[in-house]
């Protein structure tokens, strides 16, 4: 019985300390894979990516693409995570996040914008994965704002979706078609 208790105090002190080093290490340990991360990248060439309002240069730099999905597309224009599951579930939940349904409708089934679900998009390029993911960083002149880390709030660099997660809500928005844009 008493050791039954000393282990239970054990454990309650470990899960203390544990939990506080859990809320000191999530700032820190973040910082350091974002930093890492920006250390790995730089290996594979980046694609000319281009606005959609005028084709000039997209304002995104080769260190936001800082996962393997994102370094990928940035050099191929693929979209990794095209079919994935996972990456699918999570593009659904930061298309509500984002408040894309408000305007495109639960489904991206089209509300006060545009249906996404194509094949016939205004902007043509948004068949392919790079023009959709172009359209959603930058936003075009006819009421899509910009989405793109840094540029949805400019007060703000860490608001906003990064390469990853466009990525993948273009995943979730690509099972509601019939192409997948990386043809
Ligand atoms: C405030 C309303 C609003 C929100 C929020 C919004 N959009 Fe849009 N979106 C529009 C409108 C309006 C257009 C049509 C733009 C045009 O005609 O230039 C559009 C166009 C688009 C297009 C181009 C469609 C085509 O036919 O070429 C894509 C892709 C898109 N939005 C994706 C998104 C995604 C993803 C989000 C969330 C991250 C989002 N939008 C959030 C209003 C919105």
Aim: glycine share 14%; aromatic share 6%.
């Amino acid at each position: 019985m008493q050791k039954k208790h000393w282990a239970l105090l054990a454990a309650l002190i470990m899960l203390g300390l544990s939990a506080c080093g859990k809320n000191d290490g999530t700032g820190s340990s973040s910082a350091a894979s974002g930093s890492s991360a920006a250390a790995d990248s730089g290996g594979g060439k980046m694609l000319d990516f281009v606005t959609t309002q005028d084709s000039t240069p997209l304002p995104i730099k080769s260190e936001q693409f800082d996962t393997p999905a994102a370094k990928e597309f940035m050099s191929t224009g693929k979209n990794p995570y095209i079919g994935n599951a996972d990456a699918i579930s999570r593009g659904e939940k930061l298309f509500k996040l984002y408040s894309c349904t408000q305007c495109h409708g639960g489904s991206a089934e089209g509300q006060t914008g545009p249906s996404l679900h194509g094949p016939d998009y205004k902007y043509a390029k948004d068949a392919t994965n790079k023009g959709m993911f172009e359209t959603i960083w930058h936003g075009t002149n006819g009421g899509m704002g910009a989405k793109g880390a840094g540029l949805m709030d400019p007060t703000d660099p860490t608001n906003g979706l990064s390469p990853d997660e466009t990525l993948k809500v273009i995943a979730w928005i690509r099972t509601h078609g019939k192409t997948t844009g990386n043809e």
